[in-house]
């Protein structure tokens, strides 16, 4: 009952005055990381590519109204010839929705725009299996939500009960309630 008594002036100040909740680039990034799975595997025919998503770095506000994420991940080619080791780094940027049905922030309008291979040797022999790869990755990071409002905790349950809309500024996400 005390817990409620608290929490009263802070939903009276979230549902009156307050038009708008941020969520920083740092708690987006930690979500991606322990959330969103990590392990793929392509098989083009001639190879088999298998990768772990080692880290996932978000880029608030870069551009307007988008996204930045850096995929890093570790690929191990299986080839008949021989196998390959290599370490790829793919960029993408995406404009942010929220969906109100689950409270989850998710990506649309997702676009590839940079896929780096080291060392650097292996980038033109292994580079159209990459692009695969990161295509890949991008339809996974387009499916998943990248935060989402917890509804156990009751401020987080107002504040997406509340949120209309969202925007992107340098550093953060602001969920808007009007």
């Known amino acids: 009952m005390i817990k409620r008594l608290l929490l009263l002036p802070l939903l009276l100040w979230l549902g009156g005055c307050a038009s708008q909740y941020s ?12 959330k969103v799975v990590k392990q793929f595997t392509l098989d083009s025919g001639r190879m088999l590519v298998e990768s772990g998503v080692q880290s996932l770095e978000v880029s608030l506000g870069e551009q307007p ?70 295509n890949q990755a991008k339809g996974l990071l387009q499916l998943q939500p990248i935060y989402v409002l917890d509804d156990s905790k009751a401020t987080e349950a107002k504040i997406a009960s509340m949120t209309k809309s969202i925007k992107v500024e340098p550093g953060q996400l602001i969920l808007m309630f009007k």
Request: aromatic share 8%; proline share 7%; hydrophobic share 40%.
């Open 23 to 34: 969520i920083s680039e740092q708690q987006v990034q930690q979500y991606l990381n322990d």
């Open 65 to 134: 109204e988008r996204i930045s994420v850096k995929a890093t991940a570790a690929l191990k080619i299986k080839s008949p010839v021989f196998p390959l080791s290599a370490t790829m780094v793919a960029k993408f940027s995406a404009k942010p929705r929220y969906e109100p049905s689950n409270h989850g922030l998710y990506l649309d309008d997702m676009q590839l725009e940079d896929v780096q291979l080291t060392p650097e040797k292996l980038q033109t022999l292994i580079n159209p299996v990459a692009r695969d790869f990161a």
